[in-house]
């Protein structure tokens, strides 16, 4: 069982800076592809990042390619998500999720196994 606690969130001014952090307990993080993903009101929650269990690859949604950086401390147990250049369209719930998949699979929500609570990131304009 792993436990996912994410935080970092808060509101921010367009074009600033947060750094997300999601901190794992009760099994080791190296052996998961790590992903966040973001819900904000009224939509379904969709992919923003996605880091492999060697941090050898990374993926990103278009949407945020550029801007946004995933990286992990398995040493740590912890992966982070540095978001630069924010935009009020980035305004939603952010959570990140453990699983055991690779390729283009990390894109997808169902291959999640366990998932945080989530931080709320708000951007105002």
């Known amino acids: 069982q792993v436990q996912l606690v994410e935080s970092g969130g808060g509101l921010v001014q367009a074009g600033g800076s947060l750094r997300l952090s999601c901190a794992a307990s009760g099994r080791t993080l190296s052996s998961y592809h790590m992903g966040w993903f973001r819900q904000a009101p009224g939509k379904e929650r969709e992919f923003v990042a996605a880091?492999?269990?060697?941090?050898?690859?990374?993926y990103y949604a278009d949407s945020v390619k550029g801007r946004f950086t995933i990286s992990r401390d398995n040493a740590k147990n912890t992966v982070y998500l540095q978001m630069n250049s924010l935009k009020p369209e980035d305004t939603a719930g952010y959570y990140c999720g453990a699983g055991r998949v690779s390729g283009s699979y990390v894109r997808r929500i169902d291959a999640y196994g366990y998932w945080g609570q989530g931080t709320q990131v708000t951007v105002s304009s």
């Open positions: 880091i492999s269990w060697s941090s050898s690859t990374t």
